[in-house]
């Protein structure tokens, strides 16, 4: 129905996560006929980021610098480490807005099956910072991988680690929601949050 | 939060019809971490189709080719010619799949107030369209523009033109859609609904 380089950019649209045939052939339309500064401006900024966005030599994060803004800032708790699983995960924090500590990104969690072990996820440089006694060392490392079977797994291995160094481990809690109803809860998570109950 | 690159990827993908800031980071996100291939193959389409798709010498529709291929195929009815305002609505037309004519695409509609003319809308390509003698002629020029003020005024304004040149001027039904419930249609399209209604 369309022109070969219109079917290309609608395929190439389809690749973004949420964005079915419909929207991408509204997104197509709506780029070359109504803001082909709109479509330049996303095509050099795509170019640009693919090339030179990688990964901050300290906490792993996705920048195009050495050193990100966050490991940079000396207003953070330079004490404080959190291990997240993705650049997403370091942005949802953030947004809660009550930590105010460093952290680190593996880009993943321990996967054998996908071939994925310490090394992809940054595990020696992980080490290497829980060493070091820059000023102050790293006094907690506070572990948010996601609470799944390979999260977890993943969350033991580190915390063994560290202990191993002498740094205090700890898991961020699993539970029911705030403002959750029960009943909308699926199991495995009330299970858990029955075993993790606390004393009042 | 992010370095200024992903920032700035994040700005562009907002530009996309229907993507929100939460949807932007999470493309950006997906492209970075997940997709850099299909991140790549994105800004060389968009490059691409920025740079070289214009428009069908014959009917105005998006195009790279100097006449599309629906202006082409020996198989539609040459004598048919549907006037549409975006390539949208030929694609809409095309997917109903029962009009196997040539479409005319006006890119918009007539409004002064914006400064649209008719020679923005291609209506001097239109005129010779309706005067040649090529093999058959046109024999009919059926009229979908918007059921809107502008595209009312567009359309009488053009079937004024093709009248003058002795051809016959159609314009598509309006009214309530089928499968619609009277309840749920707008007073708009019900009177129009009874002031276009047909002897049974
Ligand atoms: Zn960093
Ligand atoms: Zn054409």
Redesign the interface.
Known sequence: ??????E??I???R????VGPK?A?????????K??D?????????????E??GRCSRCRT????DV??LCHNPRRDHTLLCVVE???DV?AI?QAGNYHGLYFVL?GHLSPIDGVGPADLGLDLLGERLGEQVEQGISELIIATNPTVEGEATAQFIAERARAKGVAVSRIAHGVPIGGELEYIDGGTLAHAFNSRTVL
Chains 1, 2 share one sequence.
């Open positions: 129905m369309f022109s070969p380089l219109i290309d950019l395929r190439a649209l690749c973004l996560p949420g929207s052939q509204r997104m197509a339309m709506y780029l070359l006929e803001d082909r709109a479509a330049g401006l996303l095509a050099s900024s795509l170019q640009q980021a693919v030179k966005v996705l920048t195009e610098q990100c803004s993705t650049p997403a942005l953030e880009h």
